[in-house]
């Protein structure tokens, strides 16, 4: 087999992983949000239109993060998030030079876009409860197993991308990008 042609087995394996894992955000994006609120539209939504018209850009932009994201493990990884398929290479393109944690930020995001569009408090609740473990595994876990495995160039990327408040401007390896911590 070529080398050509194992890399692209290789993505290929790492695209179908990646699809599989995408049950997990799209449970806490999507299934949990439903089980709290049924998308039941509390009536008067709260901050009315222009809540509503905010939520939806939320979750919109919440689900095209999502979606590059995984693209970007089976692509750049190659591999999946799921610990027990990690990428090969660290993923440090496209929205990952801004935030290290797009994912996670893309799930808050549309989360609170379901709050605001559904005007249901609930919803925040649930997200603020959530962050808790998030915020834990990615300290605890993510964050030792990547600088393990990655070394040197994990840490020159978490020095420069912040953990969850995106950069204005796309940093980039080893060139000019300014401390994003």
């Known amino acids: ?3 050509s ?6 993505r290929k ?3 179908i992983g990646t699809a599989a894992f995408a049950v997990a955000p799209a449970t806490a994006a999507g299934v949990i949000p439903w089980l709290l609120t049924r998308w039941e539209v509390e009536a008067p939504v709260p901050g009315g239109l222009p809540a509503q018209v905010t939520g939806g850009l939320l979750i919109g932009a919440g689900a095209a993060v999502i979606a590059n994201s995984f693209v970007r493990f089976a692509v750049e990884g190659p591999g999946t998030p799921a610990p027990f398929a990690p990428p090969k290479h660290l993923v440090v393109g496209g929205l990952y030079r801004y935030v290290r944690n797009p994912m996670y930020v893309s799930i808050a995001a549309a989360v609170a876009g379901q709050g605001l569009l559904l005007g249901q408090p609930k919803l ?3 997200l603020a409860a959530g ?3 998030v915020v834990a595994f990615v300290r605890l876990y993510e964050e030792p197993v990547l600088a ?3 070394g040197a160039e994990y840490e020159e990327y978490r020095a420069n ?3 969850w408040l995106p950069r204005l401007r796309p940093w980039r390896p080893g060139g000019k990008g300014g401390s994003g911590r």
């Open 1 to 3: 087999m070529t080398a």
């Open 5 to 10: 042609a194992a890399s692209a087995r290789e």
């Open 13 to 15: 394996r790492a695209a």
């Open 124 to 126: 925040f609740a649930a």
């Open 131 to 133: 962050a808790v473990p």
């Open 148 to 150: 393990r495995k990655f």
């Open 161 to 163: 991308v912040p953990r």
